[in-house]
Structure formats: structure tokens, C-alpha cells
């Protein structure tokens, strides 16, 4: 029988037979499906699934002394679901008396189910809020950079995120599309919340075929496909704002910017230009002096910026450029250089982020705002950036700074973690380690024993989509889909809500959380408040009936419009932007009067703590890149044969330059240690001649499984490299990730490493 599902990464048919998942198809409405979902074969009825509700056996056992430490190394013992249910809200019911809700974090981070109403963080969220509220995180470890900085500069990130430039008019308008960071295909197989048709690849590729000129400024030549016959300028990464500060200075010296947008659209630029002169601070960012820090040729430089201004020309910037250290500058530049260019509000020119960081980015569809399960009011009004996770656990009532406004952090002494997995996402694994052995309490709703379920205290096992009904429903998509359960919950799994409104009839909230419906009824009251939003947005959804038997339903089609910026092009008075002065801010004067030395108030170039050539750097040194895997979404079902096909010698692959290999003496295959001083991994060797030679490439997503070598220290076994990213924040104003500023030594490994054993379940022990 074929049931319909949806994921994060498309929509399939899967075929069920004798209860067991046999086959699974992409639909013919998607031009260029994904190979993702081949993950769902085996991902979903697998050894790693947790069958019962499960308590580490150290926390069980110990009341007195929970032995926090063990955690990840532990046995657990399984427990009915009463009894783990009421243990958990006993848990909760402790913390909120000793500390009040601000001791409970609430750990969740988006891509779960593509499912409106089965949504993890929803879900956790609108429970905790119903007793009190909690700490939650805030912006994400994708974007964080970008959504504080461009409200600063241009507009609002969801506004940018959703209604950029489209593909459509890069197609049909542009010239010249360069492109930091490149636009690499492998990233816009996804998109949150679910995508039905991948048009990035189509799109980009009719624009080659028109004639548009690709420019891809990355050191990996494949983040941009072979048939747009991109010019590959292999820069060093972390230099983009050098560059594109040459750039600029090329400009303003051959008198080719636009000097009028830059006095009717934009505030500040003189301050700007005092900087790129010298004039500021006695260095001229002239394109020698870019050239000595990227890497590139002066005269590359010219060039570029010469023909940059003599077409319409759109500049782009991968996601990754903001995931470093003072990620905030290259966004800013970015804008800056657009601006001078004086293209912005032309139909294919102008600037734009993340084209191919996800499937929906310049897509030229319908935006609807499809309704939810409300999350309701967080009591506590407390949130940190999500990436300085670790900050908060280490640093109880300590001080960071944030946008402009110093917070403090909470003290963190229980997290409940539902949806997704901070041991693939954060930086420094092994110093967020030993920070998650200070709470009491970890709880984490999961389907598979992951390295967050084995790094928790108490494990409910939860279903996964196949298993349940839904609706994946976009805003950014126009389709809307039904979720067909297609098999019966492995184990005594339960759904998120299920288990939530356990927790909440334990805890004596059950009708604030259930409202007394059911989830097929949640289903059908979502369906009728996005029917009254259609209505008031000018058409019709069919009723709820019609549209669970039909099983798809496609939003009308919307005009082509003129560019997002073409209002405030024609008259930035009539149609001013987001920011304080509603133009472009080249210099921010709040951004000034935060007094961050380290986010000055224009774009600069700032030298990172590490990089090629820099701080930080030595003969041995190579950069690590540590992108977006093609085989996976982040860390999601690496446990399947999909995903595991793509490892070397059972590690996660790890790309080098082969004459860089020779040197080291490393051959294509083995397995070698990639290392710093914040940890150590393990990972097998493939040869690639398109990579910077002085650059390795690792994904990130390789479950966490950490293993004492003969000298007492921590490898990693899988392949993860963010046991050796530095956890540091891009900046006082973001606070983001800085993933992206890495440098490693790698050398050939002799040792006797077991193989990870993460990809086998933990062991248990019976309860006394």
C-alpha cells in the first residue's frame, strides 16, 4: 500500500508492505528530487529506534548522587510509561519550586517533522508555557548573524528570507551574478517546513542558458554546479570582506560608483569611505592590500570590480560567510557594495543571501501564513542566543551582551530537549560535554538513540511522521499536503503531543494544553483558521473534508511582481525600509552607540582569531570547512544505509587537495586525525582537485561519539568537526555561531581506534 509523507527535503509516496517500509518515491509534481528520502528505507524501522521510555541508570538509581558525568556513557533501564511520566514531572515539579521556570531550558531547534501540527518545539514550548513558562533559544545557528544585523542595515531577515530578488528575474535580467560563498545545489535540498518542487538547480540553469555570467568566490569549486560554467576564484575563506573591500576601493578610485543612489538612498557612506581611503585609520583597502589577505591577485580584483560595474550585476552571499568570526561585516560589506554599485531595486541586480542555502530562497511563489497550535505566552520572557548554549550552562548569572542590551544568564538546573541535536549543531563538543554534566536533569522526547538521547537522563521514545497523520503546509511552499500514517509506531513510541498531554494530565494542565482535541481535530480547527486568513488574502481553501480525501491542494498563483526593492528604488520616501533612517545604513549610528569594538558602525574588516595567512596560522595549519553534508539533512538519519554509503572506511569523508595529501603522507582512504587544540577526530580520506589547496572539507552531522585514547584524551570516532570548531560568538551584537573560522592540522592516523559505536544501540541494565 502507498501512503504520502513529507519531509524536510520533499514529498515521497512510500510503499508499505507486510507492515515494513519497501519502497520510496519521489511525486511527479518535483522537477529534481532529492535522493534524501532514500534515508526513509531503513531510517525509520531501525535497531537504533527506542522502543520504551528508558532512565539512565546512574540518574535512577543515585537520587542522592546522579553521577551527571556519565551521561553519554551510561546503561539505561526501561521503565513503563507511568512510571517514566511520572518521574519526569516529578523532576519538573522540584525545579520550578527550588529555582522557579527560569532553572528549565528548553531545548529544541527546528527540522523535525515537516509536519504543521506533530512540530517538536511547538509542541515543548506550548507545554512548558503551561506551567510556567521557560529559558528557550533564540535566532538560529544557520542565520544568526544575518537576522540581527540586516534590520540594521537593509531590513528585516524574514522579509529578505522570504521575498528577495526571485530566480526568475536573475534568469531573465541579470548579466553578472557573483556569488561569495558560491551556491551550492547540495544545500537547497532542503527547506524548513517542507518543499514540493526543487526549481533552485532548473532556475539557475535557465539562467546560464540565457547568458548570465556566474562568479563563484569560494575555496570548494563544486559550491557552484558544472552547467553554469562559473569563474571559480578560489579566495581564502574568511577574507570575503578584504575582498570585497578592494573591490570597492577599485570603485571609488576609478569613479565607476554610483554616487547619486549612494545620496538619495543610503545614510552614512562618507563615514564608510573615510575607511576604505585610510583616511580613518591610516590603512588604504586598495586591492593590493585585499590581495595580501585573500589570496587572490590584485589584478583579479580590477577585473572583477571593473565588470561588475559595467553590467547588471547581482551580488549574493552564501549563509556560511555569516558562521564565522565577525560574520555580521561580510553581510554589511555586502549590502555596501551593492550600494555602491547602485543597482538595488533593478530587476537582476542588487544583493541578496542564501540562494541555495535552502530550496525556497528566491522562489517566486505565493507566501501564506498557514496557522498553528499556538505556543501561547512564555511566562518568564527569557531567552539566550542559541549558540551560546554552552555560555549559559558554564556561566550561571553571568553577563553577555546582545544587540545593544546586556542580559544575564539563568541558571539552567533541568533541560528538556525535543527536536533536533546540539551535538551535531554546536561548536566545541567536547566543551559543551563537560557543561551538560551541571544540570540535574536532562529529559529528550527522540525516536533514535542519538547522541542526545544518550547524553539524557530520562528518554521518551517518540514517533516519527510516518507514523502519524499531518499536514505539511509552507509558508513559503504553495502546496499544501496530507500526511498519510503509513506504519504502526515502532516499540511503544508516542507522539510528541501524546506525550505532552501525559506530562500535563500528571501535572494537573491537560485541558490548557489538549483543549480537549484530538490530533485529527487539531488538524481539521488549523485547516479552518487558515481558511479564514485565504479569505481575507483574497481566495479559498477547500474545506478540510475535501481536502484529506484529495490529499493535495496547490495555492493560486500569484502575478510576477517587480523587484522587492523597486518601490524603494522609484521613491525610498513614499516606500522607506525597516531601518531608523528607512534607507540603506552604511554607517549605523545605533549600531555605533552600542560601543562594540568588535562591531564597529560600518562594514570592516576585522581580523578573525584564526585564519590562512593570519592570526592564528603556521606551515601545518590547513582551514576546515565544515559544510552541509549531500547525503543528509544536518545530522538526520546518518544511522541509514543512504547516509552510510558516503562514509570512508566507516568515518565521515573528509576532502582534500591530493598534493596536499602526498605531503602529509595521507593516501586516498585512509584514515587520518584532524586536530587543534580544542579536540581531535577521526575521518577517512577522499582525494579532490577542486578544493583550495591550503582547505580540507569535512560535513558536519556525523554523530558524536567520543572515545579516551592511550593518552587520556577525547577522539572523536565518527567524524564530527565541531569537536574542533571554536565556540565563540561572531560578535557582542549576534552572538552567533563561528563555526566557519577553523583552522586544523591533519595527520595520517597508526593507531587502534575502535570503530563509532554511536550506530549501535546503548546497553541496558534491569531495573533493581
Known amino acids: 500500500m502507498r501512503h504520502r509523507t513529507a519531509t524536510q527535503w520533499g514529498v515521497y509516496d512510500v510503499e508499505v508492505n507486510n507492515g515494513k517500509v519497501s519502497a520510496v518515491d519521489s511525486i511527479d509534481l518535483d522537477p529534481t528530487p532529492s535522493a534524501l528520502g532514500n534515508g526513509l528505507l531503513d531510517g525509520v524501522q531501525h535497531p537504533l529506534r527506542i522502543a520504551r521510555p528508558a532512565i539512565r541508570k546512574g540518574w535512577l538509581h543515585n537520587p542522592g548522587n546522579r553521577n551527571t558525568a556519565a551521561r553519554g556513557s551510561d546503561s539505561f533501564v526501561e521503565v513503563p510509561w507511568d512510571e517514566a511520566l511520572e518521574i519526569a514531572a516529578a523532576e519538573l515539579t522540584r525545579v520550578i519550586a527550588e529555582r522557579g521556570n527560569s532553572g528549565i531550558f528548553a531545548g529544541s531547534y527546528g527540522w523535525a517533522s515537516a509536519g504543521r501540527f506533530h512540530h517538536a518545539q511547538s509542541q515543548l514550548h506550548r507545554f512548558l508555557n503551561r506551567i510556567g513558562g521557560c529559558v528557550r533559544a533564540m535566532n538560529s545557528y544557520s542565520t544568526a548573524a544575518a537576522q540581527v544585523i540586516l534590520p540594521h542595515v537593509i531590513s528585516y ?12 528575474d536573475i534568469a531573465q535580467h541579470s548579466e553578472l551574478v557573483v556569488s561569495f560563498g558560491g551556491m551550492p545545489l547540495r544545500n537547497a535540498q532542503v527547506a524548513y517546513g517542507g518543499i514540493t518542487e526543487h526549481q533552485t538547480g532548473p532556475m539557475l540553469s535557465k539562467a546560464a542558458r540565457r547568458g548570465v555570467e556566474f562568479v563563484s568566490i569560494s575555496p570548494i569549486a563544486t559550491d557552484m554546479a558544472d552547467d553554469l560554467n562559473a569563474t571559480w576564484l578560489p579566495a581564502r ?28 538612498h543610503t545614510v552614512g557612506y562618507e563615514r564608510f569611505e573615510d575607511y576604505l581611503l585610510g583616511n580613518s585609520d591610516g590603512q588604504v583597502k586598495d586591492p593590493q592590500w585585499a590581495a595580501e589577505i585573500c589570496g587572490l591577485g590584485a589584478d583579479t580584483i580590477i577585473a572583477l570590480a571593473r565588470k561588475m560595474a559595467s553590467k547588471r550585476t547581482f551580488v549574493n552571499a552564501a549563509w556560511a560567510l555569516q558562521r564565522a568570526h565577525h560574520g555580521e561585516q561580510p553581510y554589511w560589506m555586502l549590502v555596501t557594495l551593492a550600494a555602491m554599485l547602485g543597482q538595488v531595486g533593478l530587476q537582476g541586480g542588487g544583493v541578496g543571501f542564501g540562494y541555495a542555502a535552502e530550496g525556497f530562497v528566491g522562489s517566486d511563489t505565493r507566501r501564506f501564513n498557514w496557522a498553528t497550535m499556538s505556543k501561547g505566552r512564555n511566562p518568564t520572557g527569557l531567552a539566550i542566543p542559541v549558540a551560546r548554549i554552552t555560555d549559559m550552562l558554564e556561566n550561571p548569572g553571568g553577563p553577555f551582551d546582545y544587540n545593544g542590551k546586556r542580559n544575564t544568564y539563568p541558571d539552567i538546573d533541568l533541560i528538556y530537549w525535543a527536536g533536533g541535536n546540539p551535538f551535531h549543531h554546536h561548536q566545541d563538543l567536547n566543551r559543551l560535554r563537560k557543561a551538560w554534566q551541571k544540570p540535574s536533569t536532562v529529559i529528550v522526547n527522540e525516536p533514535w538513540w542519538t547522541p542526545i538521547a544518550r547524553h539524557a537522563d530520562i528518554v521518551f521514545p517518540a514517533t516519527t511522521p510516518l507514523e502519524r497523520e499531518d499536514i505539511c503546509a509552507s509558508s513559503h511552499d504553495p502546496y499544501a499536503h496530507v500526511m498519510q500514517q503509513a506504519i504502526a509506531p515502532e516499540g511503544d513510541a508516542r507522539s510528541d503531543y501524546t506525550i505532552f498531554s501525559g506530562l500535563a494530565k500528571t501535572m494537573g494542565v491537560l485541558d490548557e494544553f489538549s483543549e480537549g482535541k484530538t490530533p485529527r481535530e487539531w488538524l481539521r480547527n488549523m485547516w479552518e483558521r487558515s481558511s479564514e486568513t485565504a479569505k481575507r488574502d483574497g481566495f479559498e481553501l477547500p474545506s478540510f473534508d475535501s481536502f484529506w480525501q484529495e490529499g493535495t491542494h496547490k495555492l493560486p498563483d500569484i502575478p510576477p511582481t517587480d523587484d522587492w526593492l523597486a518601490g524603494f528604488r522609484t521613491d525610498p520616501s513614499a516606500h522607506p525600509l525597516g531601518t531608523p533612517s528607512g534607507k540603506i545604513e552604511l554607517y549605523s549610528s545605533t549600531i555605533a552607540g552600542f560601543g562594540y569594538a568588535d562591531c564597529p558602525g560600518h562594514a570592516s574588516w576585522i581580523e578573525p582569531f584564526e585564519r590562512l595567512g593570519g592570526a592564528g596560522d603556521s606551515p601545518a595549519h590547513l582551514h576546515l570547512v565544515s559544510n552541509q553534508p549531500k547525503h543528509r539533512l544536518h545530522s538526520q538519519f546518518d544511522h541509514s544505509k543512504h547516509a552510510q554509503k558516503e562514509k570512508v572506511a566507516g568515518r565521515e569523508r573528509l576532502r582534500i587537495h591530493p598534493e596536499t595529501a602526498r605531503a602529509r603522507g595521507i593516501t586516498e582512504g585512509c584514515t587520518v586525525r584532524v586536530f587543534n587544540d580544542r579536540g581531535a577526530c577521526l575521518a577517512g580520506v577522499a582525494f579532490s582537485n577542486q578544493l583550495h589547496p591550503d582547505v580540507v572539507e569535512l560535513p558536519t552531522g556525523a554523530w558524536f561519539d567520543t572515545w579516551i585514547d592511550a593518552d587520556g584524551q577525547p577522539l572523536e570516532l565518527a567524524g564530527n568537526p565541531n569537536v574542533l570548531t571554536k565556540d565563540v560568538g561572531t560578535s557582542k551584537l549576534a552572538q552567533g555561531p563561528s563555526a566557519h573560522t577553523c583552522l586544523v592540522e591533519i595527520a595520517l592516523y597508526t593507531g587502534d581506534a575502535p570503530l563509532p559505536k554511536v550506530y549501535e544501540p546503548p546497553s541496558f541494565t534491569a531495573a533493581l
Open 237 to 264: 575563506p574568511g577574507t570575503d570582506v578584504a575582498l570585497m573591500l578592494g573591490l570597492a576601493h577599485v570603485l571609488v578610485a576609478e569613479n565607476l560608483l554610483n554616487r547619486a543612489f549612494l545620496a538619495s
Open 157 to 168: 531577515w524574514h522579509e529578505m528570507e522570504l521575498h528577495q530578488t526571485t530566480l526568475r
